[in-house]
C-alpha cells in the first residue's frame, strides 16, 4: 500500500473516531429530552394550545425519566380539553388504566378516574373502579363516592295497580282487580286472571279463580286441584301453608293433604315457623302443628305476607308493649311496633312515635326518625319521611330519597314503589 493511501486512510480515522466523541459528548440523555419536550408542551399549555401540545407529551412519557408523572398529568389534561375530538375519549381511559395498573397506584387516580366516568353516566366503570380501588387501598374517601353512588336506579315500563311484597324471586300483581305473579323486576309469568293468588313456592302458585281452588306451575298449567270444602288458603312456603276448613285452619302441603290439628288463624311459614292463633292467644308452630312458642301472647307481628320469624327472631305483643324474642327469649327494651326481621340487615321499630332500627340484640342501628318504615331487604330499607317514601342504607343515610307514594323491600336490585302510574318497579343499576 502506498505512503500517501495509508496517510488518508489513517486520517479519516482520526475523523471517523473525533465525529463519534463529539457525538456521545453531546448527546442529551432521557431526562434532558423529556424535559425539553414538556418544557415545549408547558409553552402551548399557556396559550392553551392543546392540539400543539399532546404530541410533545405523548413523547415525553414513552421516556423512563424524572418527569413522567408530570408529562402524564399535563397529556390527560390536553386530553380532556380535547375529549370531544376523535381517538380522545379513548386516550385518556387508555393512559388512566395505565396508571391504575401501576403496583404503587394510589387512591387519587382510581378517584379521577371514578369521578370522569360518574360524570358521563357511564356508571358501571365508576363503579367497577371504585370497587378495585377500595380493594386496593383501602381508602375511605373512595368508599363514600362508592357509598354517594351505588344506588343509581332505572325504573321498569311495567305497571300494575297493587302488589305484595316479595316472596323468594317473585311477587304478587294485581290489574284491574285480577291477579298474576311476576319476577322481581315487575316481568309477568303468570297472567293477572286470577281473583286470589298465594306465593310461588316449590314450582307452583296456589290460586283461586271462580270459586275453586288449586295449584299451577310457571306456566300457569293446572297442577292439583283442591277437592275438599276448603272455603280461603294462605300463602304456600316449604311446601306448607295454612286452609281454612269449615272455619278452622289447618296446616297442608301444596298438594293440598292436610293435617287434623287445627287453629282459629295461621300465618305463613318462614324458616320453619309460623304464626297461630288458637283461643285468642297467639304463639308459633312449626311444620307439624306443633306449638315451639305457646299461644300466650295478645300479638305475633307478622309482614304482609303472613311472614313473622326470621334469624331467630319473632316479635310478640302483650298489651301496647312489642317484645323481641330470640331462641324463644325476650331481648332488649320494649317498643310501640315493630316489623319482622328479613333475611339480612336490621328490623324496623317503632318507638315515640317514630321508626327506627335494630339488630337481633335489641341493639338501636338507626335512630328513631322515620314516620314509617319495613324492615331491611337486602342493603336496604323503605323508609317514610312526610308523604313520601325513599331507601335509607344500613349506615343510616338516605340512599334513595323519598319521592315515592309508596314502597316495599327490595330483592334481587329490585323493588316496587308507587309512582303516579301506579305500582312500578325500580332496578338498581349496581347491585351485590
Known amino acids: 500500500m502506498k505512503r500517501s493511501t495509508r496517510i488518508f486512510l489513517l486520517l479519516g480515522l482520526v475523523i471517523v473516531f473525533a465525529v463519534s466523541w463529539v457525538v456521545v459528548l453531546t448527546a442529551k440523555s432521557p431526562a434532558q429530552l423529556q424535559a425539553e419536550l414538556v418544557e415545549q408542551a408547558a409553552g402551548y399549555f399557556k396559550d392553551e394550545i392543546y392540539v400543539l401540545a399532546a404530541p410533545l407529551l405523548e413523547e415525553a412519557v414513552e421516556y423512563n425519566a424524572p418527569r413522567t408523572a408530570e408529562a402524564e398529568n399535563m397529556l390527560k389534561t390536553a386530553y380532556l380539553e380535547m375529549i370531544e375530538q376523535s381517538g380522545n375519549l379513548r386516550n385518556y381511559i387508555s393512559l388512566l388504566d395505565k396508571q391504575m ?19 358521563r353516566a357511564m356508571l358501571s366503570d365508576a363503579y367497577a373502579v371504585l370497587k378495585e380501588g377500595i380493594a386496593r387501598t383501602q381508602s375511605e374517601e373512595l368508599i363514600a363516592i362508592y357509598e354517594n353512588n351505588r344506588y343509581a336506579y332505572r325504573i321498569a315500563y311495567n305497571t300494575y295497580d297493587d302488589v305484595t311484597m316479595y316472596f323468594g324471586s317473585t311477587i304478587g300483581v294485581c290489574r284491574r282487580g285480577l291477579w298474576g305473579i311476576a319476577s322481581t323486576g315487575g316481568g309477568l309469568f303468570i297472567p293477572c286472571e286470577y281473583d286470589k293468588v298465594g306465593t310461588f313456592s316449590g314450582s307452583r302458585a296456589i290460586v283461586k279463580k271462580n270459586g275453586m281452588i288449586y295449584a299451577i306451575d310457571s306456566n300457569a298449567n293446572r297442577i292439583a286441584l283442591l277437592k ?47 304464626a297461630a292463633l288458637q283461643g285468642g292467644k297467639w304463639g308459633l308452630i312449626d311444620m307439624l302443628g306443633n306449638w315451639v312458642i305457646p299461644a300466650e301472647y295478645d300479638g305475633v307481628l307478622m309482614d304482609e305476607l303472613g311472614r313473622s320469624f326470621a334469624r331467630g327472631a319473632v316479635f310478640v305483643k302483650q298489651g301496647y308493649s312489642v317484645t323481641l324474642l330470640v331462641d324463644g327469649a325476650p331481648v332488649g327494651e320494649a317498643f310501640d311496633d315493630a316489623m319482622p326481621f328479613g333475611n339480612e340487615g336490621y328490623a324496623a321499630v317503632k318507638k315515640h312515635g317514630k321508626w327506627g332500627f335494630i339488630d337481633t340484640t335489641g341493639k338501636v342501628m338507626i335512630d328513631f326518625q322515620f314516620d314509617d318504615a319495613l324492615s331491611f331487604g337486602q342493603h336496604l330499607a323503605a323508609v317514610k319521611q312526610g308523604d313520601n317514601w325513599g331507601y335509607v342504607s344500613l349506615q343510616g343515610k338516605m340512599a334513595i330519597e323519598p319521592i315515592f307514594l309508596g314502597a316495599k323491600s327490595f330483592a334481587n336490585g329490585n323493588a316496587p314503589v308507587r309512582t303516579e302510574a301506579g305500582w312500578q318497579f325500580i332496578s338498581l343499576l349496581e347491585y351485590r
Open 101 to 119: 395498573g401501576r403496583a404503587d397506584a394510589g387512591s387519587d387516580i382510581f378517584k379521577e378516574a371514578a369521578e370522569f366516568y360518574l360524570g
Open 228 to 274: 275438599s270444602n276448603a272455603s280461603d288458603f294462605g300463602n304456600l312456603a316449604n311446601d306448607r301453608m295454612p286452609l281454612l276448613v269449615d272455619g278452622k285452619w289447618h296446616i297442608a302441603s301444596g298438594e293440598f293433604v292436610f293435617s287434623d290439628a287445627t287453629f282459629d288463624w295461621a300465618g305463613t311459614f318462614a324458616g320453619g315457623y309460623a
